[in-house]
């Protein structure tokens, strides 16, 4: 993903508009498809971003605990 300063926020954020549109029927067939890539690349995202903050509180837990 070639955004610098996306963030998990908002990543979250525009999926949850996404999400709006669609459940509103306010996309049309064209733009459609380009959005379900969209989201599809943002739930990436989101996924590694959690991962990589579960090992980070991970790793302080356990310096914590030695």
Do not use: H, P, W
Not at 3 to 32: H, P
């Amino acid at each position: 993903m070639a955004e610098e300063n996306l963030t998990y926020s908002k990543a979250l954020a525009e999926i949850e508009e996404t999400l709006g549109l669609m459940e509103r029927e306010a996309l049309d067939v064209d733009d459609l498809s380009l959005k379900v890539r969209r989201v599809a690349e943002l739930i990436g995202f989101c996924r590694q971003k959690l991962l990589q903050t579960e090992e980070a509180v991970e790793k302080v837990l356990k310096d914590i605990e030695a």
